[in-house]
Each structure stands twice: as C-alpha cells, then as structure tokens.
C-alpha cells in the first residue's frame, strides 16, 4: 500500500465520507493532515520502482486543473464527476498521469481546509489507480510567481492574451452587486472555455471600474447589471480565464523537464485544444487523439461501464493486449480525425459507431464461433466417456470391468472432460487473440459496474 493510502486510512478519510470529515476537524488538524500527505507523496514518489523505458511511445500525462477538478466549478458532486471521468481514461489509455496535488502550508490559510477537501476527494477516487503506480500524485514545489517569470511563460501568455482579445466579444459579465460587502460579478462565456457556461467571481476588494449602482446590496439575475465593453476589459475577467489555461501549460513544460519525459497535457475542456494549437508546445493532433479518447471513455458503453478494478486486472494480466489495443484506438482516432478545433461527446459516440464497433462485433463472432467448435470437440469427449458408463450400468458390467474396458482404450477422466466442455466456452483462438482489439473485447465481457 502506497504511503498516501496508509495516511488515508490512519485519519479516517475513507472514500465514502472522507471530505466531510474534513468539514469538522480543527485548523490545526487539517494542517497536520495536510503535512502528512505531502510528506507521504514525496515518500512514494521518491521510492517508487523505476521500470524500463517502454519500447512503444509511452502515454505520460499532466492532469490539468480543469480535468482534476482544480478548476470551474467547485461544488463536490461536479468535482467529483470531473475526477471519476479522469481517472477512468487514465485506467483505459494512460501508462502514467502525474497529478498536481495543491495543499495550504500556511497555519489559518482560509484555503487550506478547502484545498485538503479536494486532495482528499482525487486520492479517494483514484486509489486503485495509485496503488496500480498508473497514477502519481504530485507536490508542486514551484510558486506561481516563479511560473510567470518563467521564460517559457512569455510565448505563452501572449497566445493567451491574444485567444481572449479573439472570444472577447463571445463573454458578458454581470455585476451581482455586494455579498458580505465583497463585489460580486457573473460571467457568460462559451462552454468550451467556460464551465456550464457562467462563472461567479467574488473580489476581495472593490474594483474602480466595478459600477456604482451596484455598489449596494446583492441582486438576484432579473436586476443585474451588464458590464460595457470598457468595464469587461478593465476587469481582466476573460484574460484571467485564459491565463488560467497557460498555467498549466507551464506546470507541462516545467514538469517534463523535471521528470526528463514528455507529459502530454490531458484537458478538460474543449477550448483548450485550440488555446495549445497556438503554442509551440500545441501538438493539436496529438491534443485532438487525446481529447476524443477521453469523450470515449464515458460517453461509450464498453468504456465507461466496465469496473476501474477490473479494467486495471486486465492490464496485468495481458500487458501486451492493453498496448495493442491502446495504440490501435490512438491510431483509429488519428485517421479519422478530419478539421481542427474541439471534440465533442457525439464526435466520440460517431467513431464508435461507424469503426470500432464493427470492428468489435466481427472479433466476438470470431471468437464465439471458436468456442462453439470447442465446445462441441469437449461434449462429444465427454459423451463418448458417459456412454461407457451408462453401457457398464445397463449391462451389468461391474465397474472394475468397465475400468479395465477404459484402461484398454487408452484411458480417461470423465471429470475432466466434462470440465473442458463446460469451460471451452472461454477460449479464444489464437488469431482472436492477436487482435489489435483483444483487450477491448475482453473489457465487452466484464460485468458491468
């Protein structure tokens, strides 16, 4: 068991009730916890076993904010769907996906109890993965303002600034006037680049652009009161959306050069694809794969049904057939990709349909029809065999003759052959087996979770 898992359990965070449990225990004690889980993630990444290079291209993420759940919206169930959904691609496609884990470590941060909250709900969810080394958690040991003075972060700050000067038109912001005396504003965007498309922003302090009529008491939606352009583009409010994105961009960089790997950047949304196109670190089609395996992994029955625990034994035990199955659905969605920008859920839904399931249709009559003849091979043995028998019982013949009738045919195992008959109907042939898509077919046989 992984440290992180051991601290888990020694403080009762179990998955079902673990974030709630956050909700009642002392500053003090969320600090301690928060210590102890990066101590423990440091632990496991410093003594995890260091496998050979991989001789195929290895699938090595970042999760970005938005896909783990650190960004958009924060209310749990929504967090918490945004997790699972990661954490099952990362079960399907992923060799690893490092995953930034951001703990207070200021005593009486009003954020830590939050930021705890969080950690403690991605450790939970992804545990299986964990412990399986496909997922790793990660501290950050880089500042934000280290970040943004990163050179690196030039090129891509200017792609961000330039993709919001592009939406800007896209965005309306709403002033909600005054919540315990904090300006309040709504923000309306594309959902590409905007979660449910709106977005409540609360300062800490009054802005000088923020208007005056909404300097009183809070409103609700029928008297709110629209931002004009100069008001939205004093505000920063859309840049800040799209510099968000360049953040993690950089986490990328800085981490791949940590790590001496390439970490492709696993998104959450749409719009990011097109944001990473306009970078040098923008591999869109690379991006583009990516981005439609995720949508493949919960919007399609056979991914999105089949249990993690299940999917995770597969991949034990036929490392070979999850590789093949893996890059054939890389290469699948590369050769049926046509135009750039986001993907959506139907996108996803449409290449099952039209290539993968056909494809998958075809491998399980092959490999049914194999079992049948089997089968009949094994009941056909296994008549022979009881036919002696019942010849012995009706005739009379005692069963020390019918012992020597067998021995004088060569010899069998009636509970064997019996056994191989009922059991044929789980063999594969060898040419099913061999199937770029074997393991996906073996995933289709897993009861459904």
Same mark, same amino acid.
């Given at each position: 068991?992984? +440290?992180?898992?051991?601290?888990? !359990?020694?403080?009762?965070?179990?998955?079902?009730?673990?974030?709630?449990?956050?909700?009642?225990?002392?500053?003090?004690?969320?600090?301690?916890?928060?210590?102890?889980?990066? +101590?423990?993630?440091?632990?496991?990444? !410093?003594?995890?076993?260091?496998?050979?290079?991989?001789?195929?291209?290895?699938?090595?993420?970042?999760?970005?904010?938005?896909?783990?759940?650190?960004?958009?919206?924060?209310?749990?169930?929504?967090?918490?769907?945004?997790?699972?959904?990661?954490?099952?691609?990362?079960?399907?496609?992923?060799?690893?996906?490092?995953?930034?884990?951001?703990?207070?470590?200021?005593?009486?941060?009003?954020?830590? &109890?939050?930021?705890?909250?969080?950690?403690?709900?991605?450790?939970?969810?992804?545990?299986?993965?964990?412990?399986?080394?496909?997922?790793?958690?990660?501290?950050?040991?880089?500042?934000?303002?280290?970040?943004?003075?990163?050179?690196?972060?030039?090129?891509?700050?200017?792609?961000?600034?330039?993709?919001?000067?592009?939406?800007?038109?896209?965005?309306?912001?709403?002033?909600?006037?005054?919540?315990?005396?904090?300006?309040?504003?709504?923000?309306?965007?594309?959902? !590409?680049?905007?979660?449910?498309?709106?977005?409540?922003?609360?300062?800490?302090?009054?802005?000088?652009?923020?208007?005056?009529?909404? $300097?009183?008491?809070?409103?609700?939606?029928?008297?709110?009161?629209?931002?004009?352009?100069?008001?939205?583009?004093?505000?920063?409010?859309?840049?800040?959306?799209?510099?968000?994105?360049?953040?993690?961009?950089?986490?990328?960089?800085?981490? /791949?050069?940590?790590?001496?790997?390439?970490?492709?950047?696993?998104?959450?949304?749409? #719009?990011?694809?097109?944001?990473?196109?306009?970078?040098? +670190?923008?591999?869109?089609?690379?991006? $583009?794969?990516?981005?439609?395996?995720?949508?493949?992994?919960?919007?399609?029955?056979?991914?999105?049904?089949?249990?993690?625990?299940?999917?995770?034994?597969?991949?034990?035990?036929?490392?070979?057939?999850?590789?093949?199955? &893996?890059?054939?659905?890389?290469?699948?969605? &590369?050769?049926?990709?046509?135009?750039?920008?986001?993907?959506?859920?139907?996108?996803?839904?449409?290449?099952?349909?039209?290539?993968?399931?056909?494809?998958?249709?075809?491998?399980?009559?092959?490999?049914?029809?194999?079992?049948?003849?089997?089968?009949?091979?094994?009941?056909?043995?296994?008549?022979?065999?009881?036919?002696?028998?019942?010849? #012995?019982?009706?005739? #009379?013949?005692?069963?020390?003759?019918?012992?020597?009738?067998?021995?004088?045919?060569?010899?069998?195992?009636?509970?064997?052959?019996?056994?191989?008959?009922?059991?044929?109907?789980?063999?594969?042939?060898?040419?099913?087996? /061999?199937?770029?898509?074997?393991?996906?077919?073996?995933?289709?046989?897993?009861?459904?979770?």
């Amino acid at each position: 068991m992984s +440290q992180v898992s051991e601290i888990l !359990d020694h403080y009762g965070l179990v998955p079902l009730d673990g974030g709630a449990k956050v909700d009642t225990i002392s500053n003090a004690k969320v600090n301690e916890i928060s210590e102890a889980i990066r +101590q423990a993630v440091r632990y496991d990444v !410093d003594n995890r076993p260091q496998g050979s290079p991989s001789s195929l291209e290895p699938f090595r993420f970042l999760a970005g904010s938005s896909v783990r759940g650190d960004s958009g919206c924060s209310r749990p169930e929504c967090r918490l769907e945004k997790v699972k959904a990661f954490v099952r691609y990362a079960a399907l496609y992923c060799d690893e996906v490092y995953v930034p884990l951001h703990l207070s470590s200021s005593h009486g941060d009003d954020n830590a &109890r939050h930021h705890l909250k969080n950690c403690v709900l991605t450790l939970n969810a992804s545990r299986s993965l964990i412990e399986a080394g496909i997922l790793r958690p990660i501290i950050p040991s880089v500042c934000r303002s280290c970040f943004e003075t990163a050179p690196a972060f030039i090129s891509v700050r200017e792609a961000a600034d330039k993709l919001a000067g592009q939406h800007l038109e896209e965005f309306k912001i709403y002033a909600r006037g005054l919540l315990d005396g904090k300006a309040v504003i709504r923000t309306e965007g594309p959902t !590409d680049f905007l979660e449910h498309g709106t977005l409540m922003t609360i300062f800490g302090r009054m802005p000088e652009w923020y208007p005056e009529e909404s $300097r009183k008491g809070f409103t609700e939606l029928p008297t709110e009161v629209p931002l004009d352009r100069s008001q939205i583009s004093s505000s920063g409010q859309v840049h800040r959306i799209f510099r968000e994105i360049a953040m993690d961009v950089i986490a990328q960089i800085l981490y /791949s050069k940590r790590m001496h790997c390439g970490l492709t950047y696993l998104m959450g949304r749409p #719009g990011e694809v097109e944001f990473l196109s306009q970078t040098k +670190q923008g591999r869109e089609e690379a991006l $583009r794969t990516a981005a439609i395996a995720e949508k493949l992994s919960h919007e399609v029955p056979v991914f999105a049904e089949a249990p993690i625990e299940s999917i995770i034994e597969l991949r034990m035990q036929d490392r070979d057939a999850f590789v093949m199955y &893996r890059d054939a659905v890389k290469r699948i969605i &590369r050769d049926h990709l046509v135009g750039g920008g986001g993907v959506t859920a139907e996108d996803a839904r449409q290449l099952y349909g039209d290539v993968l399931a056909p494809r998958l249709a075809k491998l399980r009559v092959e490999s049914q029809a194999y079992r049948r003849s089997l089968r009949r091979k094994s009941l056909l043995k296994a008549g022979a065999s009881t036919a002696l028998l019942t010849i #012995g019982v009706v005739s #009379g013949v005692l069963p020390t003759q019918i012992a020597d009738i067998v021995k004088a045919v060569g010899g069998f195992s009636v509970a064997k052959e019996i056994v191989e008959s009922v059991f044929a109907v789980k063999e594969t042939s060898a040419d099913v087996r /061999s199937d770029d898509l074997y393991f996906l077919l073996r995933l289709a046989e897993q009861p459904s979770s």
